[in-house]
């Protein structure tokens, strides 16, 4: 029995290693992998305006230009996933079709993970304001 996170981050071994259908499942997950990193965005930029807001009493001008490169950016190294897995499954078979999923999770997890860097930082910084005043 397969739980819903086992679906969405697994592909049933030995899966077919034609490119439509790995192009398709990689897709699939696309949202949810932009609705995640976005979802941290929010937390983290929040968190940060809040900050300022506290210590200054203004709101932070954090440029959404940059914020948007960042979104693109993201999607943009997305798209080396099923590059990849198509590339590994031509090449070497059905028997690496552990490869593409794995690849999945590990950047779903850094895309995240980097998206709320912000957050320790902060804690950091909260501390030495409080600490030390800075």
Do not use: H
């Amino acid at each position: 029995m397969s739980t819903a996170l086992t679906k969405f981050f697994f592909r049933a071994p030995y899966s077919p290693a034609k490119t439509g259908e790995i192009i398709r499942w990689w897709e699939s997950r696309r949202p949810a992998y932009n609705l995640a990193v976005g979802a941290a965005g929010l937390l983290s930029y929040a968190a940060i305006t809040l900050f300022e807001l506290l210590r200054f009493g203004k709101d932070p001008t954090l440029p959404l230009g940059l914020i948007l490169v960042y979104g693109i950016l993201a999607n943009l190294f997305y798209c080396l996933g099923p590059v990849v897995d198509t590339i590994v499954m031509r090449g070497w078979g059905r028997d690496y079709s552990e490869v593409g999923p794995t690849l999945f999770r590990y950047g779903f997890v850094f895309a995240v993970g980097l998206t709320l860097l912000p957050l320790p930082l902060l804690a950091i910084r909260v501390v030495l304001w409080m600490v030390l005043g800075v």
